[in-house]
Nanobody, 119 residues
Framework: QVQLVESGGGLVQAGGSLRLSCAVS????????MGWYRQAPGNQRELVAT???????NYADSVKGRFTISRDNARKTVYLQMNSLKPEDTSVYYCNMLLERFGLSTTYWGQGTQVTVPS
């Protein structure tokens, strides 16, 4: 069975930094796109950042210049470095991966990790 295991959330003061990690647990053939999304109470889940297998990145305008997504293919892990955090970044963050197993590509989601930036 394949799971995405997230870590790194927590409470941080405005202006601080956090690093989120999301690792694949289980056997897979390959990883295509990886990404991070977030969802605040009462809001829809929104894209934060994505990274392709070739390393191309894409960011939401609200996090450009502050967040950096990266991947370690050998460790089957995606990271989100979050700097200059703001209260409006408070949310549950979910990782997302497109994984290939036994010739099939399937989208997986992490369990979510809470990030809280008090105002």
């Amino acid at each position: 069975q394949v799971q995405l295991v997230e870590s790194g959330g927590g409470l941080v003061q405005a202006g601080g930094s956090l690093r989120l990690s999301c690792a694949v647990s289980g056997t897979i053939s390959s990883i295509s796109a990886m990404g991070w999304y977030r969802q605040a109470p009462g809001n829809q889940r929104e894209l934060v950042a994505t990274i392709t297998s070739g390393g191309s990145t894409n960011y939401a305008d609200s996090v450009k210049g502050r967040f950096t997504i990266s991947r370690d293919n050998a460790r089957k892990t995606v990271y989100l470095q979050m700097n200059s955090l703001k209260p409006e970044d408070t949310s549950v963050y979910y990782c997302n991966m497109l994984l290939e197993r036994f010739g099939l590509s399937t989208t997986y989601w992490g369990q979510g990790t809470q990030v809280t930036v008090p105002s």
